[in-house]
């Protein structure tokens, strides 16, 4: 078992939701370590601008242009985050595919290729909820669902309609102790690292983006590492 043909067994990936316009600074962090995202995006929520609350700031939570939305993740991926931003347990089933067939095939036509990523919106779904992955799986061409609870591991995930991220962005020290462990591994079996957050949580305090800077140059440029968008990852190993 090996990552997009490369006779590597560790991968790293990153997934950030809501597509504002923080992404476009971290894009370029990104690039400039050759990292990989998946970016996930409400084509019904395009273009709106809105500001946050946090820690006594406020910060702005402009979303994309549609017409931008190729050229800015050009490089990356684009996955389905819901049409508008749904809680899909609240929604019944002909919603849940509205909300998320929609998406992807808005996303689809914007981005000139299939999305087939799925990142759920508004906070996660529950572990034992069946009926969300299972309608998702059969009514829609989406083949892999980013859910939100952090595992702390870098083991595979069999239900891929399921999938759980290694750590959140915002929990720097966990963060860099667990890239510190995933460099000393020398595994038999694949294993992955995921990462997820939201660009505009950056802006919290003064010194975030530099914590991550500071964690893209522990993990970049390792000749033992894959680095690759959400789909590159699951749907290749």
């Not at 963060?175 to 995933?182: A, H, I, S």
Request: proline share 3%; hydrophobic share 35%; aromatic share 12%.
């Amino acid at each position: 078992m090996r990552f997009c043909d490369q006779e590597k067994k560790k991968a790293i990936t990153f997934s950030y939701d809501d597509g504002v316009t923080q992404d476009i600074r971290l894009i370029e962090l990104l690039n400039k370590y050759d990292l990989k995202c998946t970016f996930n995006l409400n084509s019904g929520r395009l273009s709106e601008r809105g500001m946050l609350i946090r820690n006594g700031l406020r910060i702005s939570h402009y979303k994309v242009h549609k017409e931008d939305v190729k050229a800015i993740y050009e490089g990356h991926e684009v996955a389905a985050h819901t049409l508008t931003h749904k809680w899909l347990p609240k929604c019944d089933d002909a919603e849940v595919i509205r909300q998320v067939e929609v998406d992807r095939l808005n996303l689809s036509e914007l981005v000139g290729y299939e999305v087939v990523g799925l990142a759920y919106a508004c906070r996660r779904i529950p572990q034992d909820d069946d009926r969300i992955p299972d309608v998702i799986q059969k009514n829609t061409g989406i083949k892999y669902c980013r859910n939100i609870p952090a595992t702390g591991n870098f083991d595979l995930q069999e239900d891929l309609y399921r999938y759980l991220p290694t750590a959140y962005h915002l929990d720097f020290d966990q963060m860099m102790e667990l890239g510190r462990e995933f460099i000393a591994l020398a595994p038999e079996e694949p294993k992955i690292f995921s990462i997820w957050g939201h660009s505009y949580e950056m802006d919290y305090e003064s010194d975030y983006w530099v914590k991550l800077e500071e964690f893209f140059k522990l993990i970049s440029h390792r000749d033992d590492i894959f680095y690759g968008t959400n789909r590159d990852v699951l749907l290749s190993v």
